[in-house]
């Protein structure tokens, strides 16, 4: 009895096994994003968003003459899990292009892969610099986190002119790059920076750090973070007394920050890539469908995705073909305008693009100013 | 065999490496574990950072199970102090430890991490041979030491330390030995994954990991290498086959877990006891 | 001025962790387990709290539920989980701890979802101000509450036949059955206590950082282990000592030793020196 359970089972697994091998006649996309772990929240979103821009591209009558299918698998932002799934989406799938919508771990391990089987890979918004140097066949359509710091530091020294700064600084790649780029630049904006704190990204009790901030008296603080994690900073940060400007990044761009920070998160500034405001349609477009798609309103992750998946499509359209040379050289040479800005990219595979700078007012991000200094934004070149 | 078989069966490979040498410490010296994730951490830094500067494969990966062997012993000195309940929590501790000292050091890389790890220089398949026979070694050599008078001794342990003492075992010595053979072998297996991944991160070697570890040897049978091997192979795949309820498999790791220490706490290696006999009888 | 509100953040912190540890504390030094999955159950009174009082407007009333529910609980999984495995080596409770741990975060996220939930209108989040430092009411109850419940407990420790009747079983649970106390009805009631306080701690924490997470739960509960193992394996006064001392370590230690060691580490950091030290811990077990 028990050996013809065994069988059933292994039956059961196999046909399992062999069934998703199964393919229809799609264009296959793969997607690998954090769906359970600590990072399920981002895998929800930028899931979210890369299937929105699936629908909308199928709805036109897909790449091709063809749909476009998007094979999503959960990595756990975890690099051990993204391996055998890149493997997998390359040898078994067939994916033509492989895109990340996870965190930095997993992206890393996974471009080696692709690059290894010369199938292109876009990393929606994983920061870590090495991900596109991992090969020609690599892209990032968002800003690398030194990028990103060197526009923290324009936005406080230059346009809101404060000069004594205090960073607050997410103990991970993230937080550590963001990081680098504004202590790159801050000299520059004639930005001194009195003390730098680190926290970890499990920390949602920031005490210790807000009394010592507070006895610094700086003009204006630096902190990197999630919405998670910047919604209590900020929170805290606000009622002990503090009450000088806080500058974050695209780790707050949720409204989620806002629910957890409440009050606290009015007047905090980011540099983001999402303009809520924008009257660009790509952008305004993608935000209402979004929230139409999803139940909630759009975040950076979420944009990032979609991004990524549009700029996925045209090169495919454009190569007229599923080579993955001919889709890497699309890709290489594309010029797209998505939600997330206008998408071209350098030698290296990465992205020149403005930032956008959101504000929070009455419970809502708004566009606060724009960044676009070709210079300051110039992304490496190898 | 695809990419993709061989990538996975390289992942099985390593994990049995560390199932197995888990099993030597926990279930041979009955010494629970919850740190054995820093000793494989050990060996991929010590593998990465030398393979980087130059050194050739069969050098690093040495270098990586001596080091985790030293400081495994060096931990291990700390466990002859404590007894079973402490000891848990003390080896939980190295392994906050570990991942919290590495994430502060810029020369370990920090929050980056280390990439750009040099290839094995050998096929895909050629590696998949290598770390299989490093699996088989350990599995032997465990074998080896549990039939052997090691094997009695630590069993004596297991089941009763202070009878053990007075029956003149010296206690403190077998238990280093388990802890430093152990954890050598951690370190062998964190240099495959080192070569295997080319890019190693602080937290995957973290609290977490460790625990995963040690549910394998769990749902294994603690002191089992069939069952362990088995339970390891098993938990693993998991995630391969259970890929289309994606959202529900780690409720069902848990749920595994719990129901298998349950209902079947000798682990699988009890199960097929059990079934054994069932034939027999 | 700096150290002392340094000191005070050190003092709440502490008192999170407390209360927490109290429950994990009383449940080891009954029955030699380590309840990981006691991380649950304040993350399931996080929750609870939150909802009920988003719910009815009523955060008394959330905290009172949150607890009684998560107390229930509490001794459902005593009756479940650990009752069956008394007699098993204490790794097989140890890793079903870890496994029910890892299920009940995972039924977190299935059920309230990754993103974290909020109060809809935060209670207690007025700011008192005196000699210039800034402290929110929920920081201040939260010390209050600590104080407070854990001098409740130890009161009835002390002073009460049930309190008696507890460590009687603790010492010597067969002389303690032969005198009548039923050492069945002392578990439920260590276990439905340690648990309601574990919710408590919970609801703390989510007025405290106003975001409840499914994987809230696995920080503290790494950090009650050494707290409790510094504090003695079942000694309430030494665990709440070694609660409020982590606290303020990790205060002072965040600030001025943070590029050496992570927050987290701290406290294994420290429970490690003591262990080196004094290898019984710094209080002895009762």
Request: glycine content about 10%; proline content about 3%; some cysteine.
């Amino acid at each position: 009895m028990i050996k013809k359970l065994m069988l059933l089972f292994v039956v059961f697994c196999v046909s399992l096994y062999f069934g998703t091998v199964w393919a229809g006649d799609t264009i296959k996309i793969g997607f690998n994003a954090p769906l359970t772990g600590f990072a399920a929240s981002d895998g929800k979103s930028s899931t979210f968003g890369a299937k929105l821009a699936v629908k909308q591209i199928n709805e036109k009558g897909g790449v091709n003459g063809k749909m476009l299918e998007l094979v999503v698998y959960d990595d756990q932002a975890k690099a051990s899990q993204s391996i055998p799934i890149s493997n997998k989406m390359i040898g078994q799938d067939k994916v033509v292009v492989g895109i990340s919508g996870s965190y930095s771990g997993p992206t890393r391990s996974a471009a080696g892969i692709f690059q290894e089987s010369n199938i292109p890979y876009i990393s929606a918004y994983a920061i870590h610099p090495d991900i596109t140097k991992a090969g020609d066949y690599v892209f990032r359509t968002s800003f690398l986190g030194e990028v990103q710091g060197r526009a923290g530091a324009k936005l406080i020294g230059d346009i809101l002119g404060k000069k004594k700064v205090v960073m607050i600084t997410l103990k991970n790649d993230f937080g550590k790059s963001l990081a680098a780029g504004f202590k790159e630049k801050a000299k520059d904006f004639g930005i001194t920076i009195i003390n730098e704190y680190e926290y970890s990204i499990k920390d949602r009790q920031f005490g210790a750090i807000v009394a010592k901030v507070k006895s610094d008296r700086p003009d204006a603080i630096y902190a990197s973070g999630y919405y998670f994690t910047a919604g209590p900073l900020v929170s805290q940060l606000r009622a002990s007394g503090i009450t000088v400007p806080v500058i974050g990044q695209e780790g707050y761009d949720s409204q989620k920050f806002i629910e957890i920070a409440g009050k606290a998160a009015e007047g905090v500034i980011i540099t983001t890539s999402l303009d809520r405001d924008s009257d660009v349609p790509e952008t305004a477009d993608f935000i209402k469908n979004f929230e139409a798609l999803a139940g909630y309103k759009a975040d950076m992750v979420a944009a990032s995705a979609h991004t990524a998946v549009k700029v996925a499509a045209l090169a495919i359209q454009k190569a007229k073909s599923t080579d993955p040379g001919k889709i890497r050289a699309a890709i290489a040479a594309i010029s797209l305008k998505t939600a997330t800005g206008t998408i071209e990219f350098n030698n290296l595979g990465e992205v020149l693009k403005d930032i956008q700078n959101q504000v929070v007012k009455n419970g809502e991000w708004h566009h606060h100013s724009v960044i676009s200094d070709p210079t300051l934004l110039a992304p490496p070149e190898k | 065999m695809g990419l993709y078989e061989i990538s996975l069966a390289t992942g099985v490979g390593i994990y049995i490496i560390l199932a197995v040498s888990l099993n030597m410490i926990t279930g041979y010296c009955g010494q629970i574990s919850l740190g054995h994730a820093a000793f494989y951490g050990i060996g991929a830094y010590t593998v990465a950072l030398l393979s980087k500067i130059g050194w050739p494969i069969y050098l690093t990966l040495g270098a990586g199970f001596l080091a985790a062997g030293i400081i495994g012993t060096i931990v291990g000195l700390t466990s002859l102090r404590v007894r079973e309940d402490f000891l848990a929590i003390v080896t939980m501790g190295v392994a906050f430890l570990f991942v919290g000292i590495v994430r502060q050091q810029e020369f370990l890389g920090g929050e980056m991490g280390i990439s750009g790890i040099p290839s094995h220089g050998m096929s895909k398949l050629a590696y998949l041979g290598l770390v299989l026979f490093f699996a088989v070694l350990s599995i032997l050599f465990s074998w080896y030491v549990k039939r052997s008078w090691m094997g009695f001794a630590f069993d004596a342990v297991a089941d009763d330390e202070d009878t053990a003492k007075v029956l003149g075992l010296d206690v403190k010595a077998y238990k280093l030995t388990a802890f430093a053979m152990g954890t050598a072998m951690a370190g062998l297996a964190g240099g495959l994954y080192a070569y295997y991944t080319r890019f190693i991160i602080p937290d995957t070697f973290g609290f977490i990991e460790s625990i995963t570890i040690l549910s394998m040897v769990a749902v294994g049978g603690i002191g089992s290498i069939f069952g362990v091997v088995f339970a390891t192979i098993l938990l693993v795949l998991m995630p391969e086959f259970f890929r289309f309820i994606n959202d529900y498999k780690l409720l069902l790791y848990g749920v595994l877990l719990f129901s298998v220490m349950r209902f079947a706490p000798e682990g699988l290696s009890g199960f097929f006891k059990l079934l054994v006999r069932r034939k027999d009888g | 001025m700096l150290f002392i509100e340094l000191f005070i953040q050190g003092l709440i912190q502490g008192s999170t962790y407390a209360i927490i540890a109290v429950g994990l504390t009383l449940i080891y030094g009954l029955l030699r387990v380590l309840h990981v999955a006691h991380a649950g159950l304040f993350t399931l009174g996080a929750y609870l709290g939150v909802v009920l009082t988003n719910q009815t407007g009523s955060l008394s009333l959330g905290i009172l539920l949150a607890a009684l529910i998560s107390g229930i609980v509490g001794m459902a999984i005593y009756r479940l989980v650990y009752e069956p495995m008394l007699s098993k080596p204490p790794y097989v409770a140890l890793i079903a701890s870890i496994g029910l741990y890892i299920g009940m975060e995972e039924i977190f996220r299935l059920v309230f979802g990754p993103f974290g939930m909020s109060f809809s209108s935060a209670p207690l989040q007025d700011i008192v101000v005196f000699f210039g430092i800034h402290l929110r009411t929920c920081q201040i109850i939260t010390v209050v509450t600590n104080v407070v419940l854990l001098g409740i407990l130890a009161w009835i420790a002390q002073r009460t036949r049930i309190g008696t009747g507890w460590r009687a079983t603790v010492d010597d649970p067969q002389m303690s059955a032969c005198f009548g106390i039923n050492p069945i009805k002392v578990r439920y009631m260590v276990f439905f206590t340690g648990s309601a306080l574990a919710a408590v701690a919970g609801v703390m924490v989510a007025l405290l950082t106003n975001i409840v997470e499914p994987t809230m739960g696995a920080v503290p509960s790494y950090k009650s282990l050494a707290i409790i193992v510094l504090g003695g394996l079942g000694n309430v006064f030494g665990t709440l000592i070694a609660s409020l001392v982590l606290g303020i370590l990790e205060a002072f230690g965040t600030i001025y030793i943070g590029d050496l060691l992570d927050r987290d580490a701290i406290a294994f950091a420290f429970l490690i020196i003591v262990l080196m030290i004094k290898p019984t811990g710094i209080f002895t077990s009762r």
